[in-house]
C-alpha cells in the first residue's frame, strides 16, 4: 500500500513538472547539462523530460511492475540475486 501512495505521490509531482516547467526553473534553477542536451535557455524542456521520466517510473511503481524491471537491470551486475 506505501508503494502505491509514492507512486500516487512521483505521479503528481511529474505531472506538475510537465504542466508548470517554468516554477522548477524559478525555485530550483536551470540544469547545466540542459544546454548541451536542448540548447540554451531551455531549462524547462529538461523539467518536462525529467516529468515525463517520473510519470513512468512513478506508474510502474503503482503497478508493481518496477521490482521486475530492476532485477532484469542488476541481474547481471549481481549475479546472485536470483
Do not use: D, H, N
Request: glycine share 14%; with cysteine.
Amino acid at each position: 500500500m506505501a508503494m502505491f501512495f509514492l507512486g500516487l505521490f512521483g505521479l503528481l509531482v511529474g505531472c506538475l513538472m510537465v504542466w508548470k516547467p517554468a516554477k522548477f526553473v524559478e525555485a530550483i534553477g536551470e540544469p547545466k547539462w540542459s544546454e548541451k542536451i536542448f540548447g540554451y535557455g531551455r531549462g524547462s524542456t529538461a523539467y518536462q523530460s525529467i516529468g515525463i521520466l517520473v510519470i513512468i517510473i512513478s506508474i510502474m511503481v503503482m503497478t508493481g511492475l518496477i521490482q521486475g524491471v530492476a532485477l532484469s537491470i542488476l541481474k547481471p551486475l549481481f549475479g546472485a540475486l536470483g
